[in-house]
Structures are given as C-alpha cells and as structure tokens.
C-alpha cells in the first residue's frame, strides 16, 4: 500500500511561538482518504498520531513525545471496538494494558514494568472465561496456570 505526506503547518504569530508549536502531517490511501494525521516538531513526532482504516474510521490513536510513544495507546478494530489499550512512558510499555477480543471479551490483562511483563497476567476466551494466568517478574515468566481445565 502507497501513501502520500501532505504536511499541514499550524500558524502561529510569531516566529518563536511557531519555532515551538507542532506541525500536524497527514498521509493519504491512494485514493485520496486519509491514513494518518499526526503532529510533529521538525523531524520527531511530538503530541498526536491518529491512523484510519480506509473507510475512514478510527483505527489507532497514540502519543508521543520526542520521537518516542509517551501517554495512551489505543486500537480499535474496523466497527469501532477497542481491542487494545494501554500506556507507554519514554518508549516502553507501563502500567495496566488490556486487550480485547472484536467481540469485547477481555483477552488479556496484565501490568508492564519499564516495558516488560510483571506481576500476575490474565488471559480469557472469546467468551470471557478464564484461559490462563502467569505470574512475570520484570520480563520473565515465573509461573504460569491453565484455567480453562478447571
């Protein structure tokens, strides 16, 4: 898949305030729907980055601060369903991210530590029953449970 860069510069009064303020670029489908819109200071995405599916609707939402994801990530699938939230700090995953099925059904949960695993993890089916559970220490799996078998 091709897409094209128009950038869209925020004006602003001043030189200083505009040296400072984020430029908002978009990327386009072939066909002219857009892709992405995100801001940017200089070459560094810094603020907002929003992808689309093709029909238009929503299909990521994330934050970035110098370059690097920083605040909420969000994914939804092509009918508007959130299948992934969570957090990133300074580039690495952090704190509580919950993925979902397209049905809404939690597949899995769990807590992030400087981007790697820790703590109790929980996983589930389609129809929200509990698959399994692994316990994780800073990115390393120390146990792990199958509860569908109960």
């Known amino acids: 898949m091709r897409v094209r860069l128009a950038a869209t510069p925020i004006l602003a009064g001043s030189l200083a305030v505009a040296a ?82 397209e049905n809404g059904a939690v597949r899995s949960r769990g807590v992030y530590v400087d981007g790697q695993k820790h703590g109790s993890w929980w996983y589930g089916d389609v129809s929200g029953k509990p698959l399994s559970e692994e316990m994780w220490e800073r990115g390393s799996l120390l146990h792990a449970r199958d509860l569908a078998a109960r």
């Open 20 to 101: 400072c303020s984020p430029e908002v670029r978009s990327l386009a489908y072939p066909d002219g729907e857009r892709y992405e819109e995100a801001q940017w200071r200089g070459a560094l995405r810094d603020g907002w980055r929003r992808n689309y599916y093709a029909d238009g609707t929503l299909e990521r939402e994330v934050e970035y601060r110098r370059g690097e994801p920083h605040g909420r990530w969000s994914h939804f699938g092509a009918d508007g369903t959130l299948l992934l939230r969570g957090e990133y700090v300074a580039g690495r995953r952090s704190g509580e991210w919950i993925e979902h099925h």
